[in-house]
């Protein structure tokens, strides 16, 4: 059910390993508030679809923030938990949420109809898909579901031979900024170690972990993922794995985990003991950039948000989530309030885009 070709996986989040390691980590588990709910389209005991599915009681992990939506119902008199959520815990990474190998669009509807169906089951106040492609976008609207957008940030390789060649792009000012920031990033003799799946050591992941523990308890109070969570994506996902680390007098000091795609590199989770000046850049995006052009992959996907990205190469992209709220009172509301903020984020989007600091950008060019 998962996208693939023969040349692999083309989005590691939508392996069945993945999915797996979430729940046998119970890192995304009833107990902390992501029921599995996901449905299954058979046809003659055949599956010919599948949406990931869950019954939520808070909005966390999710990087589409609807809390106020849940603010709004609730000082009205209602409940906007629980909700059904299509995504990817705690990665927000545009995938398909209506996988259907066929790609049949009646058993996609059929599978909306179905999570609309059982939020009325669960007496759930709405359901949402989030980072969604186009299509599945427009075939939500077409059954009156409302769309949001929002901005990311990512670096596209045109067949770069090395990075100063992807250098050569960019204006002069920019250009000098960014050799300014590795030349200081690795200061102090700092060195870069890209250890790919199947080398990434335990040492390494203990190592890593700290890194994100530090990182996300600063962020959220504590990070949703676990130690086993990583353990079993060694186990089972190594060939899409690659471990960024920065290491200082023989000890590493800083980290940056990527998940590989067929064409994408997928920058995720990031942490470090020290604060080296840069380091953050160099790790996450720098060194993302150069594996990229050293393995001729097409796209860089650096995480959520990040105006910071933009001088640094990082093109702004549309991101689009689909959303069904059950109480009409809602609806309505959300709708007017969404139609503003669509306008924004267009108005935002060609302004980032004007900003881009490459030789020569077409501000009127829509990035999907």
Not at 179 to 207: F, P
Not at 334 to 357: F, G, I, Q, W
Request: proline fraction near 5%; charge should be positive; charged fraction near 20%.
């Amino acid at each position: 059910m998962v996208p693939q070709t023969d040349k692999g996986i083309i989005n590691p989040f939508l392996s069945h390993q993945f999915f797996m390691a979430l729940e046998q980590s119970k890192s995304a588990v009833p107990e902390t508030g992501w029921q599995p709910q996901h449905i299954l389209l058979e046809q003659n005991k055949i599956p010919v679809a599948l949406m990931p599915l869950y019954l939520k009681s808070h909005s966390m992990g999710e990087y589409v923030f609807d809390q106020g939506w849940a603010d709004a119902l609730e000082r009205a008199g209602g409940a906007y938990y629980p909700k059904l959520q299509s995504s990817i815990p705690f990665t927000p990474v545009g995938a398909p949420k209506l996988l259907c190998p066929s790609n049949n669009s009646a058993y996609k509807t059929a599978l909306l109809d179905a999570a609309q169906q059982l939020a009325i089951h669960h007496r759930a106040s709405s359901v949402h898909a989030t980072f969604v492609p186009r299509d599945e976008e427009q075939l939500a609207l077409s059954k009156n579901w409302l769309i949001r957008h929002d901005t990311q940030f990512h670096w596209r390789n045109n067949n770069y031979e090395n990075f100063d060649q992807f250098l050569r792009t960019i204006s002069s000012r920019k250009r000098k900024s960014i050799k300014a920031e590795r030349r200081k990033a690795l200061t102090n003799d700092i060195k870069i170690h890209w250890i790919e799946g199947k080398d990434i050591s335990k040492n390494h992941w203990d190592v890593f972990f700290d890194f994100y523990q530090d990182t996300g308890a600063r962020k959220w109070g504590q990070p949703y993922l676990n130690r086993e969570f990583f353990s079993l994506l060694s186990q089972t996902m190594a060939p899409n794995l690659l471990l960024i680390l920065a290491s200082s007098n023989d000890k590493f000091i800083a980290g940056a985990l990527n998940f590989i795609g067929q064409d994408t590199l997928y920058g995720r989770y990031w942490g470090c003991y020290e604060d080296v000046p840069f380091l953050h850049f160099e790790l996450c995006y720098y060194q993302a950039i150069d594996y990229a052009i050293a393995k001729g992959i097409k796209t860089v996907e650096a995480g959520a948000q990040g105006g910071h990205k933009l001088t640094r190469g990082y093109e702004p992209i549309i991101t689009r989530s689909v959303h069904w709220l059950q109480n009409q009172g809602l609806h309505r509301a959300v709708k007017d309030y969404l139609e503003h903020e669509m306008a924004m984020v267009t108005k935002n989007r060609v302004e980032l885009s004007r900003a881009t600091p490459f030789k020569s950008s077409d501000p009127n060019t829509t990035n999907e």
